[in-house]
C-alpha cells in the first residue's frame, strides 16, 4: 500500500502519459543527431555523469575498503 | 532515566516516521506503517549501494522493536537549504533525484516523494538525506512525485535559465514549490515551442487547471509503463545537464578587481594563516568569502563554509572543490544584510540561518572585505554588525579597509550630500564599538594596502 501525503495532482498524473510521448520523440530525434555529430566528429565530452548508477562501481570500492 | 527525546521541526509531513533529537544526536523513528519499505530496503542491499556511492547518507540500526525502529543517520556539519545554493548545486539536487528514482525502478522501488529539501550539500556535492522516502514501486501506476519534482527542481532551474539564479530564491516564499501555473505564466512564449518545456509545465499547468475540481475523484487516471516512466527521467536528466542560468559568468578571476597588488594578496593570506593556524579551529566560516581563495589559502582540514551573495562565486567555489575533492568545503548563498529567516508551519520548519550557525557554533569566523558594504551599503552602525557576529562566532578575523581605501572612497562618493553622516567611519569607532562585545587581541596592517586585519576574542 502506498499512503500519500500530498497531493500528487491528477492534472499531474494524467500528464504523464503524454510527457512520455513527448520525451520519447526528444530523446529518439537527440540520439539520431548524436549519432550523425559522432560519424562527423563533434561530439564533445560532457562533464557530469550519466543518469544510470554503475553498481558495479560501488562493490568495487567496498572491495578497495 | 527518560531520554530527552525532541520531534525535529521539520519532520512531520511524513507520516513513515520522523526526525529527532536525543540528546545532541539526531535519530530517525520509523513507525509500523513503513516496516516492510524499510526492511525491503535494508535487506535487498538498496541504502547500503546508494550510501556507498556518497549518494544517500548512511545510517546504523540504532533499536528496533514491534513498535519503532530507531536508526542514526551519519552526522552532516551544517544543513542548508535549497534557497541557499547555487545554480549548479541546485542542478546537480535535481540530477540526483532523478539518478536515485531510475535506479530504484530497477529494484522495484520509486521515489514517493520529491522535495528538494530530501537533498542537502555534504562533502562537496549534494547528498539525498531523507532515507523514508522510498516505496515500493506499483506497475502501471504514473509517477506520484512527477509534479514535486517539476515545481521543487526542473520550475525553478528553468525559471533561473531565463531569468537567473535569483529565481532560486522563491523556493524561500514556496516551501512546496513554485505553484505550476506561476512558472508557466512567467516563463517566455517561445517556451512553449520546445517540446520539453511544452509538455512538462505549459501542458502539465493547463491539466492541473483543468483537473483541480475534481473532488469526487471520478476521472480515470490511465496506466504509465516503467518504459514510458523511464523515457520522463531520461528526458528530464538530458535537459537539466545542458541548463546554464542567466546571468553565468565563465570561471574568472575574482580578485583582478580588487585593491590589492600581488604583494598585498600574499601579504594577507600569510597574515590570516598565522592568526587562524594556532587556534586549531574544527569549523571555520568565512563570510562573504567569495570563491573560496581566503579559506582555501588556511590550508586547514577544519569543516569550512563560506558564504557569499554572489551565485557565481559560490558556484566556482562549489565546482573548485569538486575538481579537487575538497570533502570539508561547503558553499552556499547568502546575503549578509538579509540572512535567511525561518520559515514553514510555525515558523519552525526550517530553521533560520543564524539559529543554523548558532548551534554550528564556528571556532573562527573570517569577514575579509566585507564590513565596508555591511557598514556602507548597508548602512549597517557598527555595534549592530558586531553583536551580529558575536552571536555565532567565538574568534573573529575581520578586516577593516580605512576612509582612504578606494573602494571605501567610492562607496562614500555614492553618499553624496548624506556623506558627513557616514563620519563615523573610521578605525577608533570601530574598535570602540567591537570592544563590547570582543577583546581586540591582534591588530596589523596588511602591507601595501588602506586595510586593517583585526583578530578579536568573544568577550
Known amino acids: 500500500m502506498t499512503f500519500l501525503y500530498f497531493d500528487p495532482g491528477?492534472?499531474?498524473?494524467?500528464?504523464?502519459g503524454l510527457v512520455a510521448i513527448v520525451a520519447g520523440i526528444v530523446l529518439f530525434s537527440k540520439n539520431a543527431l548524436f549519432k550523425i555529430k559522432s560519424m562527423l566528429g563533434l561530439v564533445k565530452e560532457d562533464d557530469?555523469?550519466?543518469?544510470?548508477?554503475?553498481?558495479?562501481?560501488?562493490?568495487?570500492d567496498e572491495e578497495d575498503k | 532515566m527518560k531520554k530527552i527525546s525532541k520531534k525535529h521541526e521539520s519532520s512531520f509531513r511524513d507520516p513513515s516516521g520522523?526526525?529527532?533529537?536525543?540528546?545532541?544526536?539526531?535519530?530517525?523513528?520509523?513507525?509500523?506503517?513503513?516496516?516492510?519499505?524499510?526492511?525491503?530496503?535494508?535487506?535487498?542491499?538498496?541504502?547500503?549501494t546508494l550510501s556507498r556511492k556518497g549518494l544517500l547518507v548512511s545510517h546504523t540500526l540504532t533499536s528496533e522493536n514491534e513498535?519503532?525502529?530507531?536508526?542514526?543517520?551519519?552526522?552532516?556539519?551544517?544543513?542548508?537549504?535549497?534557497?541557499?545554493?547555487?545554480?549548479?548545486?541546485?542542478?546537480?539536487a535535481a540530477l540526483l533525484t532523478l539518478k536515485i528514482q531510475k535506479y530504484a525502478l530497477t529494484k522495484g522501488f520509486w521515489l514517493k516523494d520529491a522535495s528538494a529539501y530530501n537533498v542537502t550539500m555534504y562533502q562537496g556535492k549534494p547528498i539525498f538525506i531523507d532515507s523514508l522516502s522510498f516505496d515500493f514501486y506499483e506497475e502501471g501506476t504514473p509517477w506520484r512525485a512527477y509534479k514535486q519534482f517539476i515545481t521543487h527542481f526542473f520550475g525553478p532551474l528553468v525559471l533561473s535559465k531565463y531569468f537567473g539564479s535569483d529565481m532560486i530564491k522563491m523556493m524561500q516564499s514556496h516551501i512546496d514549490g513554485i505553484p505550476l501555473q506561476l512558472i508557466s505564466s512567467m516563463l517566455p512564449s517561445k517556451t512553449k515551442l520546445s517540446p520539453t518545456l511544452q509538455s512538462n509545465i505549459h501542458?502539465?499547468?493547463?491539466?492541473?487547471?483543468?483537473?483541480?475540481?475534481?473532488?469526487?475523484?471520478?476521472?480515470?487516471?490511465?496506466?504509465?509503463?516503467?518504459?514510458?516512466?523511464?523515457?520522463?527521467?531520461?528526458?528530464?536528466?538530458?535537459?537539466?545537464?545542458?541548463?546554464?542560468?542567466?546571468?553565468?559568468?565563465?570561471?574568472?578571476?575574482?580578485?583582478?578587481?580588487?585593491?590589492?597588488?600581488?604583494?598585498?594578496?600574499?601579504?594577507?593570506?600569510?597574515?590570516?594563516?598565522?592568526?587562524?593556524?594556532?587556534?586549531?579551529?574544527?569549523?571555520?566560516?568565512?563570510?562573504?568569502?567569495?570563491?573560496?581563495?581566503?579559506?582555501?589559502?588556511?590550508?586547514?582540514?577544519?569543516?569550512?563554509?563560506?558564504?557569499?551573495?554572489?551565485?557565481n562565486a559560490v558556484d566556482q567555489n562549489f565546482k573548485k572543490a569538486q575538481a579537487q575533492t575538497e570533502d570539508n568545503m561547503l558553499a552556499f548563498v547568502s546575503d549578509v544584510l538579509q540572512p535567511s529567516p525561518a520559515i514553514g508551519f510555525n515558523n519552525t520548519e526550517r530553521e533560520s540561518l543564524i539559529e543554523r550557525l548558532e548551534k554550528y557554533a564556528p571556532d573562527v569566523t573570517m569577514a575579509l572585505a566585507l564590513i565596508h558594504h555591511i557598514t556602507l551599503s548597508g548602512n549597517v552602525p557598527f555595534d549592530k554588525s558586531a553583536s551580529f557576529f558575536a552571536s555565532f562566532s567565538e574568534h573573529l578575523i575581520i578586516e577593516f579597509p580605512k576612509r582612504e581605501d578606494s573602494w571605501v572612497g567610492s562607496l562614500l562618493i555614492r553618499k553624496r550630500e548624506?556623506?558627513?553622516?557616514?563620519?563615523?567611519?573610521?578605525?577608533?569607532?570601530?574598535?570602540?564599538?567591537?570592544?563590547?562585545?570582543?577583546?581586540?587581541e591582534k591588530k596589523e596592517i596588511i602591507v601595501g594596502t588602506?586595510?586593517?586585519?583585526?583578530?578579536?576574542?568573544?568577550?
Do not use: C
Open chain 2, 18 to 48: 520522523y526526525v529527532f533529537y536525543d540528546g545532541d544526536i539526531l535519530r530517525r523513528r520509523i513507525l509500523p506503517i513503513y516496516f516492510k519499505q524499510y526492511k525491503a530496503l535494508s535487506e535487498t542491499g538498496f541504502f547500503k
Open chain 2, 203 to 311: 501542458l502539465l499547468a493547463r491539466l492541473e487547471g483543468k483537473h483541480n475540481d475534481d473532488y469526487k475523484g471520478e476521472t480515470k487516471v490511465s496506466k504509465l509503463s516503467l518504459k514510458a516512466l523511464n523515457t520522463i527521467l531520461d528526458s528530464l536528466y538530458d535537459y537539466i545537464i545542458k541548463l546554464q542560468f542567466k546571468d553565468a559568468t565563465e570561471w574568472g578571476d575574482y580578485y583582478s578587481k580588487t585593491n590589492y597588488d600581488a604583494q598585498s594578496f600574499e601579504a594577507k593570506k600569510k597574515l590570516i594563516k598565522e592568526w587562524v593556524l594556532p587556534l586549531k579551529a574544527k569549523r571555520i566560516i568565512d563570510v562573504g568569502g567569495n570563491d573560496g581563495t581566503f579559506a582555501r589559502a588556511l590550508d586547514s582540514d577544519a569543516h569550512l563554509i563560506v558564504t557569499d551573495i554572489d551565485v
Open chain 2, 418 to 440: 548624506f556623506i558627513n553622516h557616514f563620519d563615523f567611519y573610521n578605525e577608533s569607532h570601530f574598535e570602540e564599538e567591537y570592544k563590547q562585545y570582543f577583546v581586540l
Open chain 1, 10 to 16: 491528477l492534472g499531474a498524473m494524467i500528464a504523464q
Open chain 2, 450 to 459: 588602506s586595510r586593517l586585519l583585526y583578530y578579536f576574542k568573544k568577550k
Open chain 2, 67 to 92: 513498535n519503532e525502529i530507531i536508526i542514526t543517520p551519519e552526522e552532516i556539519p551544517f544543513i542548508t537549504y535549497p534557497y541557499e545554493w547555487g545554480f549548479e548545486q541546485y542542478k546537480q
Open chain 1, 48 to 60: 557530469y555523469d550519466g543518469i544510470d548508477i554503475d553498481e558495479a562501481d560501488a562493490d568495487e
